[in-house]
């Protein structure tokens, strides 16, 4: 029945600077166009699109990983080499939220974006998950 996921909403309060960081920092594809006084922006990352929505309430605060309330923690884009991901992402200037963190499964690092919101840079062992390489 289900196919695969096909888009993730996030509130936010700073749609600006949300948008200049997913499309300059993250560098993921438009998607739609943008105008700001429509109060929200598309953006693609593989087969899932990411809206931005605009809202007038004061964000929740920064999650740090692994705790806080129940809720959608964070999501994770999948790199081929997480230090190569990461020296890339020093240049840009993100905030990161964590160290490495390994297990048998995924290398990630988390980071932050403007709101707040806990995303991963996870490099996946698709042999140890079962996954097609």
């Given amino acids: ?11 936010c309060v700073d749609l600006p ?9 993250l560098e993921l594809p438009s998607l739609l166009g943008y105008n700001e006084e429509e109060g929200w922006a598309g953006f693609q990352a593989g087969d899932v699109s990411l809206f931005l929505i ?3 309430a004061p964000h929740a605060g920064r999650r ?3 705790q806080g ?6 999501y994770a884009f999948a ?6 991901a990461i020296a890339e992402f ?12 390994e297990s048998p499964w995924y290398r990630y ?15 996946p062992n698709r042999e140890a998950l079962g996954l097609p390489q």
């Fill in 17 to 25: 600077a949300m948008v200049a960081f997913y499309r300059d920092v």
């Fill in 109 to 123: 690092r988390s980071f932050y974006d403007p709101d707040g919101n806990l995303m991963h840079l996870t490099q």
């Fill in 79 to 84: 790199v081929d080499d997480l230090e190569q």
């Fill in 69 to 74: 309330p129940a809720g959608l923690e964070s």
């Fill in 90 to 101: 020093d240049r840009r200037g993100v905030t990161w939220a964590a160290e490495i963190v």
């Fill in 1 to 11: 029945m289900l196919r695969r996921l096909d888009n993730i909403d996030v509130l």
């Fill in 54 to 56: 605009a809202v007038d």
């Fill in 64 to 66: 740090v990983p692994g």
